[in-house]
């Protein structure tokens, strides 16, 4: 693991506000797991002063251009523009120096294969939860529930229905899908599927629901969380979010970098989650 | 003065501070390197010159509420409070980790009280391996973290003095700028005992979030770090090494090594690097080299001969 010194590919935006950025990135199609993030350098001067966390939408490789050549190996994020720093991001073009450190943090855990799979993304939540459905379809049967405020919020779908993911859409204003929340859509799923495994990722009023669903329910459930980081290696303790039995005087805070993002929903402390939400590069 | 040397010469870059023998002038800031393990993938923790610790209080601490960070312009605000586990559990497994480098081990530690200063002084004394102590009094973020010994120069005295009972490591004391006068504390916490200062630990600050009209750290207020507070270290450190008679070690907004070059002209026997490491958790290392590289090219032998060399 280290810092990685590279260049953007590509960098388009997909829907109002969303942008998807392709980066060159030696090393990382084998080793990036689903829901793992990166720690990405915008440019070398100031500001922004941080590195963002993004979690990685896809890692893959381009066929070399000759015989003689590499593979180009690349990871892919998906951020929406939100602050200083993505504002920098959406004017990069191809060739543009980035810097990334990653992949980064703990990942999705695949669960059992053969069993029903459920994920639920919330607008730029969707992000990490591409790779995993990539590698769930081929043993489980995956649906994904996809909510957003508006039309423009719903990204990417089309990408999960080309891996054999049946998607669901809601809007909470109706421009797209079934208008209301999708946790209304989720308690329907779990209706029907109830030996389901729950994948959540999105805003924290999302996954706050979802866990109450779950936990009623006793549906196994792993959330990604978002938090402010400074270094993304565990070292500023920024990004903590508090653990199953924390108290104050046995605190048991988890960094969201290398705890998480990925937690299963048990080992979190739901009764006082207070993780801040950042909403620019999907959960991380 | 300088004497010049041929290029392709190695500048010799040790320096010694209360009687430690550095291998070069760069070592974290502490609360920016975790207990070193978390940058070992990305960092030879053996090319630093120390390894300094998160602070270290008697019995485990919790931290602030969340959110503990945030960007400002060229600098962070962080209230983190002082989250860490403990001195018993510091000695037991972290250093036993830090055991297998041969970079000095430099131990920050607070405390509650004056007792609890000295009790956890007392617990590292006799623990191989830690070759000096760092006494933090001067955190911002917490009720009890040390700022009122920091600001206080007759509690600063006490402090110092008291630790200094109970701890025949090297001890270094950390200042706070949030004070009118920093040569006063420098020259209390020299008188009771301390070898070495420390400055600057992180000057208070505020930021409002203007749409939620909250502030935008839990603890509402908390310490700004980064390059944009790099002025006002360099000029404390240079009040500093007026003041005082025992060695100095710079903190304060280093990212590159002409950084670092500023504190060692005006005075400072060595540096740590904070916020950087968050940004690049290689910086050290490319300050280090971008050290020997700035003595090669001025034809400076040895880094000591850089050291309060600033013309006035």
């Known amino acids: 693991m280290k810092n990685l010194k590279t260049i953007v590919l590509s960098n388009q935006e997909i829907s109002p506000g969303y942008f998807r950025m392709k980066i060159l990135a030696p090393g990382y199609n084998n080793t990036a797991k689903p829901g793992q993030f990166v720690m990405f350098r915008v440019q070398r001067s100031l500001p922004p002063l941080l590195r963002r966390p993004f979690g990685i939408f896809r890692a893959g490789f381009m066929p070399a251009d000759c015989d003689s050549m590499q593979p180009k190996e690349f990871i892919e994020l998906i951020y929406k523009v939100v602050g200083s720093g993505t504002e920098i991001m959406q004017r990069l073009h191809q060739g543009d120096p980035v810097e990334l450190l990653g992949p980064l943090g703990e990942g999705f855990d695949l669960g059992v294969a053969e069993e029903e799979k459920i994920l639920v993304g919330g607008g730029i939540g969707l992000v990490p939860l591409y790779m995993l459905a990539e590698r769930m379809v081929e043993t489980s049967r995956v649906r994904l529930l996809m909510g957003g405020r508006t039309r423009d919020d719903i990204i990417m779908v089309t990408e999960f229905e080309r891996l054999g993911v049946e998607t669901y859409v809601s809007t909470e204003d109706g421009s797209l899908g079934e208008g209301g929340m999708i946790t209304q859509v989720l308690k329907r799923k779990l209706d029907k599927f109830p030996k389901s495994t729950v994948f959540a990722c999105g805003p924290m009023p999302m996954i706050d629901a979802v866990q109450k669903i779950c936990f009623e329910r006793g549906t196994p459930l792993q959330v990604s969380l978002e938090a402010l980081m400074a270094c993304g290696v565990g070292a500023c303790l920024g990004c903590v979010v508090k653990g199953a039995g924390h108290t104050e005087v046995e605190p048991r805070y988890l960094c969201t970098c290398t705890s998480g993002p990925v937690f299963n929903a048990e080992n979190l402390d739901w009764n006082k989650i207070e993780v801040t939400v950042v909403g620019s590069g999907g959960c991380k | 003065?300088?004497?010049?040397?041929?290029?392709?010469?190695?500048?010799?870059?040790?320096?010694?501070?209360?009687?430690?023998?550095?291998?070069?002038?760069?070592?974290?800031?502490?609360?920016?390197?975790?207990?070193?393990?978390?940058?070992?993938?990305?960092?030879?923790?053996?090319?630093?010159?120390?390894?300094?610790?998160?602070?270290?209080?008697?019995?485990?601490?919790?931290?602030?509420?969340?959110?503990?960070?945030?960007?400002?312009?060229?600098?962070?605000?962080?209230?983190?409070?002082?989250?860490?586990?403990?001195?018993?559990?510091?000695?037991k497994y972290k250093m036993a980790y830090l055991e297998q480098y041969s970079t000095p081990v430099i131990v920050n530690f607070f405390g509650n009280t004056q007792d609890e200063y000295g009790e956890v002084a007392a617990r590292l004394d006799d623990v191989p391996g830690v070759a000096a102590l760092e006494m933090n009094i001067s955190c911002p973020n917490v009720k009890h973290g040390g700022i009122i010994f920091g600001t206080d120069p007759r509690a600063a005295f006490a402090a110092v003095s008291l630790v200094r009972k109970r701890t025949s490591k090297p001890l270094i004391v950390k200042l706070t700028p949030n004070v009118t006068d920093i040569q006063i504390t420098a020259r209390a916490a020299e008188d009771a005992g301390a070898d070495?200062?420390?400055?600057?630990?992180?000057?208070?600050?505020?930021?409002?979030?203007?749409?939620?009209?909250?502030?935008?750290?839990?603890?509402?207020?908390?310490?700004?770090?980064?390059?944009?507070?790099?002025?006002?270290?360099?000029?404390?450190?240079?009040?500093?090494?007026?003041?005082?008679?025992?060695?100095?070690?710079?903190?304060?907004?280093?990212?590159?090594?002409?950084?670092?070059?500023?504190?060692?002209?005006?005075?400072?026997?060595?540096?740590?690097?904070?916020?950087?490491?968050?940004?690049?958790?290689?910086?050290?290392?490319?300050?280090?080299?971008?050290?020997e590289e700035f003595c090669r090219e001025e034809g400076v032998a040895d880094i000591n001969d850089l050291i309060g060399t600033l013309e006035l």
């Open chain 2, 196 to 291: 070495a200062l420390s400055l600057i630990n992180t000057l208070t600050g505020m930021a409002v979030d203007v749409k939620t009209r909250k502030p935008r750290l839990a603890n509402i207020i908390g310490g700004l770090s980064g390059p944009a507070i790099r002025p006002i270290a360099v000029r404390l450190v240079h009040q500093v090494v007026q003041a005082v008679k025992v060695p100095v070690i710079g903190i304060g907004g280093i990212s590159r090594a002409m950084d670092a070059l500023e504190f060692l002209i005006v005075g400072a026997r060595a540096v740590q690097v904070g916020t950087a490491n968050f940004v690049d958790p290689n910086a050290m290392a490319t300050i280090i080299a971008g050290l």
């Open chain 2, 1 to 91: 003065m300088i004497k010049p040397v041929k290029n392709e010469m190695q500048p010799k870059m040790a320096v010694e501070i209360a009687g430690i023998k550095l291998k070069n002038p760069i070592m974290p800031a502490s609360g920016t390197f975790g207990y070193g393990e978390e940058y070992a993938p990305y960092l030879d923790l053996n090319s630093l010159g120390a390894i300094v610790t998160k602070g270290l209080s008697l019995k485990p601490k919790a931290g602030n509420n969340t959110p503990r960070i945030c960007e400002t312009v060229s600098g962070m605000l962080n209230a983190i409070g002082l989250q860490n586990v403990g001195v018993d559990a510091f000695i």
